[in-house]
């Protein structure tokens, strides 16, 4: 897994809450840019992109991911239902609240 967020402390926490059995993270990237540089470098299976970066709108690079073949989980502190249906046409796996962030919700999603 490759976790893309602006912020440092969310993408530590993330990667020390989701690495483990069933799920290596393999790099974090601070914005879009390096986010779509980073999952072209390594091929992770799946990419948590935030969906409010500093330089691209995260909804921007998941389609530039998608269309790349990698598997997108969107995430935010905000719900889902503040996009619109802006998520559900983004070509992501899905969506997770970053309040409710674990292996077993990721795994859901994955696997749905």
Known sequence: MLIVDDDQFFREMAAALLDGPGVIVVGQ??????????ARRLRP???????QLPDL???????????????VVL???????VYGPLVA????????????????????????
């Open 29 to 38: 990237a601070a914005d879009g840019a390096t986010g779509v540089e980073q």
């Open 75 to 81: 995430c935010s502190a905000r719900e889902a239902s």
């Open 45 to 51: 299976d799946v990419v948590l992109l935030d969906i």
């Open 89 to 112: 046409q983004s070509g992501a796996r899905g969506f997770i609240s970053k309040t409710v962030l674990s292996p077993q919700e990721l795994t859901r999603i994955i696997e749905f």
């Open 57 to 71: 709108s995260g909804l921007e690079v998941c389609r530039i991911l998608v269309d790349a073949g990698f598997q």
